[in-house]
């Protein structure tokens, strides 16, 4: 039988798809599933696809099936189900065999198995976009050795989303480096959906709009500089009902995560970059998952008035919010790619991080398109200052500043909009406040601190000796 020209081993929800896809651009691809079941229903219901599908019930003719050097795809759950495929997969395996991680692992997790890789080769991949994404063309982030990469690459182009022809699937750096990519691109996910979330509220809790009436405005937002697969599905589900209701009013508030966007807010605070956006939106789906405990609160203090007085908000100033507040999150995510490129040592593209985002994956718009030209132009300068986005925050936190005000007055929560204002305003003082902070270090610690009238020396002192403990 023809060998297949790449394999893949986890037949659940995105790897069936991304199969599915594998095959439809022509390759002919072995797959394998722990359950065989799963493995033959998936091979009796690929339809026109099915003659450039093997499905294969054990490891042993699974690889036996690929034409070597072999290139696989995992796509199984994160975690220790990837280690105990590799080491399954080991003996089977030639010294230029590729396994590639397609699932959602920790970077760590990706530079260890990268480290520990010996009689065969590794890539770790993030994929986003979702189970359509996987089907039609995911967004693709890769980290290994290049010349691993290069091999792979023409399937892996093959299979992404274009963004005007051009392949949304990029390698990004070693080791880790495509997973780290993907966990930041899952915070800013987590941000984005949050910033919307709060919009939501506050359109229907301050201004008192039915869903209907909010998925309007998210449809008109995606006609201009919002215009992003996030809002179009805000729309989409806004404007959904079930039987009478619509169906946003009958969906419990509380919401999962399964810990990427953790990851990105942990790695943050490794390596010092603040994120405060991203952090605020782990930290409200933390609360949301805390359904009791806000019950209590309410039944404690009563629920915040919330009702605004008519006129005091513009539909036109929430969409100056979420611009605003769209930019300071992603100046944010781009400063913290680039901390970590200089931790550890990567020379992550960031133009090419844009770029790769601009179509598949979940936090798609047509900003990032403008967001890749600015960092073209200067990657090391910050979003917020590129005279693009610049001009744009001019123009547009006014109106965050007016939405963060006026919800702090009625008790509209905005944590991530209200995080967004207070890190924008912390980045346009020179002269904080922090030298308080340094007397009080200094005071109970003599942590000492630098002068201003005497710039250059360091490690000075307060005359508060007597106190100190
Ligand atoms: N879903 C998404 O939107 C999305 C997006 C991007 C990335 N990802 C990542 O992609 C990966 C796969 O996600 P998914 O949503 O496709 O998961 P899923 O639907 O739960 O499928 C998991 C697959 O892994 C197999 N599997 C589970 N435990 C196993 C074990 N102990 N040993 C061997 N095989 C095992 C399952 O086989 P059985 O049929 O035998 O159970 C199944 O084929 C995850 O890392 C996820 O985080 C998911």
Partial sequence: MEMAEIGLIGLGTMGAMLALNIAEKG????????????????????????????????????????????????????????????????????????????????????????????GYRFLGMGVSGGEEGARHGPSIMGGGEKADWDRVAPVLE????????????????????????????????????????????????????EAAEIGAVFEEWNQGPLQSYLIEISAAVSKAVDGDAPMLDVILDKAGQKGTGRWTVIEAQNLAAPIPVIEAAVMARN??????????????????????????????????AMIAGKILCYAQGFALIVAAS??????????????????????????????????????????????????HLRAASPGLRQVVSVGAAQGLPLPALSAGLA??????????????????RDFFGAHGFERLDKPGQKDLHGPWGGHMV
């Fill in 158 to 209: 093959a299979i992404s989303a274009k963004y005007q022809g051009i392949p949304c699937a990029t390698w990004m750096g070693p080791g880790g480096a495509g997973h780290f990519v993907k966990a930041v691109h899952n915070g800013i996910e987590y941000a984005d959906m949050q910033m919307i979330a709060e919009i939501y509220g506050v359109m229907r809790d301050g201004l008192g709009m």
């Fill in 423 to 440: 890190w924008f305003d912390m980045m346009r003082t020179a002269r904080g406040t922090a030298n308080m902070i340094q007397a009080q």
């Fill in 27 to 118: 390759f002919r691809i072995a797959v394998y599933n722990r359950t065989t079941s799963v493995t033959r229903q998936f091979a009796a219901e690929a339809g026109d696809l099915a003659p450039r599908i093997v499905p294969t019930e054990s490891l042993e003719a699974f690889v036996a099936a690929i034409k070597p050097p072999r290139a696989i795809i995992l796509m199984v759950p994160a975690g220790p189900v990837v280690d105990d495929q590799i080491a399954a997969l080991k003996p089977l395996l030639g010294p230029d065999d590729l396994i590639i991680d397609a699932g959602n692992a920790n970077f760590h997790d990706t530079n260890r198995r990268a480290a520990a890789a010996s």
């Fill in 287 to 320: 609360v949301s998952a805390r359904l009791a405990e806000r019950q209590a609160g309410e039944a404690a203090f009563g629920a915040a008035p919330m009702a605004l007085a008519k006129g005091a908000l513009h539909l036109k100033t929430l969409e100056q």
């Fill in 342 to 391: 200089r931790e550890f040592g990567w020379n992550l593209p960031l133009p090419a991080i844009a770029r790769v985002w601009r179509e598949g994956c979940i936090i798609r718009s047509s900003m990032l398109n403008d967001m890749a030209t600015a960092l073209e132009e200067n990657p090391e300068r910050g979003l917020m200052l590129a005279p693009f986005f610049a001009d």
